[in-house]
C-alpha cells in the first residue's frame, strides 16, 4: 500500500467515523455544546501538533484559521441536523460537498473537466441521491 492510499484510508475511516459520532452525540446534546466539545478535542491533539507547527503568520495561515473556522460552523450545522435526520440520509446528503472544491477546483484553478471526471460527479451524485431518499 502507497502512503498515499494510507492516508486515504486514514481519513475516510477518521471522517466517517466522526461523522458517526457526530450522529450520536448530536441527538443528545446541543449543537453548541457539541461544537465546545470539539474544540476541546481539537486543542488537545492540536496541542502537540502546535509542538511541530513551523510559525508564520502571511496570508496562508489566515486561510488556515478560517479553514477551521468554516469547520466549526459546519459542524454546528451537522450536531443540528443530526437531532432530525437519520445518520445514513444525512451523510450521504452532506456528502454533496465534494461539488464545492470541484468546481472551484475548475473555475479558480483551472483544473482539468475531462469526460471521466465529469461521469463520475454524475456518478456520484447519483449514488448520493440513491443513499439518500427513503423510498
Not at 41 to 60: C, D, E, K, N
Not at 97 to 122: D, N, S, Y
Amino acid at each position: 500500500m502507497t502512503a498515499t492510499a494510507g492516508y486515504a484510508i486514514l481519513v475516510m475511516t477518521m471522517y466517517g467515523g466522526a461523522m458517526f459520532l457526530m450522529k450520536l452525540a448530536g441527538s443528545r446534546l446541543d449543537p453548541f455544546t457539541c461544537v465546545s466539545m470539539n474544540i476541546i478535542g481539537y486543542g488537545a491533539l492540536g496541542a502537540i501538533a502546535m509542538t511541530r507547527a513551523q510559525w508564520s503568520f502571511g496570508w496562508p495561515s489566515l486561510v488556515a484559521i478560517a479553514i477551521g473556522a468554516m469547520y466549526v460552523i459546519g459542524n454546528a450545522a451537522f450536531y443540528k441536523l443530526s437531532q432530525v435526520a437519520d445518520v445514513s440520509t444525512l451523510a450521504p446528503i452532506v456528502s454533496l460537498q465534494i461539488m464545492i472544491p470541484i468546481a472551484l477546483g475548475i473555475a479558480l484553478l483551472g483544473e482539468p473537466v475531462t469526460v471521466r471526471k465529469a461521469f463520475g460527479v454524475l456518478l456520484a451524485t447519483a449514488s448520493i441521491w440513491l443513499l439518500s431518499t427513503e423510498t
